[in-house]
């Protein structure tokens, strides 16, 4: 090594930055004759192949500013001048702003610091620290702030509300903390999460004070409310919003009743309890619910007790037709996203600080949300039925 860098007469940290710049530079350059190469149809001398009345005109020079100074070019050019670079474009005098997007592009995507560092050193050959990176990341926090207050529209149709749970250092010890999640749909029938807030744990308490976060920002109404088993929870939205019906995520209430269901048991159990939820109507699910309740009560006693204390919560999408039903009786919607998010964050067992957690989940928020484009294909369906049940409030 030390062989090489007399070689290359390298004597300081200067001499390799200097040494870096000119890698830099000869690979931009080498990507720019490529690009033209592409654009002209034919390589450099190689006038057998070319099948174009343009040609190259020499190269101009240009100034780009990098993390190491900056780094003079000298761009390729066309006669015609119809050539359009990508790899440093026209106008563009920073590749330092390319390489920050890309940090958080992979930031987001849930990649470490060492492999983020890995991708940079092999993309640019630049060298990136752990600080830097966090340098970097850490300019999207005002951006989290922003998006955490901006204005919501006045009514959605439907919020799911959950909660993620993650380990963060706080004050020399590790504590696992909840990061509340609303996701909403509008009355165009498209979806967006509303806010993600970190709390020590999830609670009712802390469920209201994100409910009247939400209505001090506009949300006037919501329709219908999807969210799990968590005691007090709906109490906490009766009183943000008074009108909002509730309805009890039908999965997280199977999950809990056959938490402790013997495996031999499990399959006939399931089958007996589908008749409840599946049924047509409520009366017919009530129905069910009393012969599971004969069937079970001696074994499992809890879980008939269960069904029936939360069945006005349990119950509602009875009174909706399947469209409706389909969209509300599980809260799918956002546990699906918190998979999303689970992947982005697993290579994190503890994050150092609440922001260092919160910029991750907002840029894979950002990330995640970026194919959520367009409306459900049956939302004409689903908002007719909204107007009918909900006259007066949409």
């Known amino acids: ?81 119809e050539f359009e670079p990508e790899l440093v474009k026209k106008q563009q005098t920073s590749i330092s702003g390319d390489i920050e997007e890309k940090i958080l592009s992979m930031y987001a995507k849930g990649m470490t610091t060492s492999d983020i560092e890995t991708h940079i050193r092999d993309i640019y050959g630049l060298s990136v620290s752990d600080s830097t990176i966090s340098r970097i990341t850490d300019k999207i926090l005002p951006l989290v702030k922003e998006w955490q207050s901006r204005p919501l529209e006045s009514v959605y149709a439907v919020v799911f509300m959950d909660a993620i749970h993650f380990h963060v250092r706080s004050e020399g010890q590790i504590i696992k903390k909840a990061v509340y999640i609303a996701i909403g749909i509008n009355m165009e029938g498209t979806r967006e999460v509303l806010g993600m807030w970190i709390g020590e744990n999830e609670s009712a308490k802390f469920w209201l004070s994100v409910l009247n976060g939400l209505k001090n920002r506009g949300l006037e109404d919501i329709l219908i409310a999807c969210v799990d088993g968590l005691s007090g929870f709906p109490g906490a939205i009766e009183a943000a919003y008074p009108k909002t019906e509730i309805q009890q995520c039908i999965i997280h209430q199977i999950r809990n009743s056959t938490k402790y269901v013997s495996y031999k048991d499990i399959k006939v159990l399931m089958s007996d309890l589908k008749e409840v939820y599946a049924a047509v109507d409520e009366q017919t699910a009530l129905d069910s619910l009393e012969r599971f309740a004969d069937k079970w009560d001696g074994k499992y006693p809890k879980i008939s007790k269960s069904w029936q204390e939360h069945w006005a919560n349990l119950s509602t999408y009875f009174k909706y037709p399947l469209e409706v039903r389909t969209l509300i009786y599980t809260t799918n919607t956002i546990e699906g996203f918190n998979r999303q998010l689970r992947k982005v964050t697993k290579s994190k067992t503890v ?17 995640i949300t970026k194919k959520w484009t367009g409306r459900r294909k049956d939302w004409g369906i689903i908002h007719s039925q909204l107007e009918v049940f909900f006259e007066g409030r949409i």
């Open 351 to 367: 994050f150092p600080t609440d922001d260092s957690l919160l910029k991750m989940l907002y840029l894979a928020m950002m990330d």
């Open 1 to 81: 090594m030390s062989n090489l860098l007399q070689e290359l007469k390298v004597s300081s940290m200067e001499d390799i930055h200097d040494l870096f710049k000119e890698m830099i530079g000869t690979f931009l350059e080498n990507g720019l004759e490529g690009e033209l190469d592409e654009e002209l149809g034919y390589t450099k001398y190689d006038y057998k192949n070319k099948v174009t009345d343009n040609s190259r005109n020499g190269t101009s020079p240009k100034k780009v500013r990098s993390s190491y100074g900056e780094i003079d070019l000298n761009v390729p050019r066309d006669r015609k001048g």
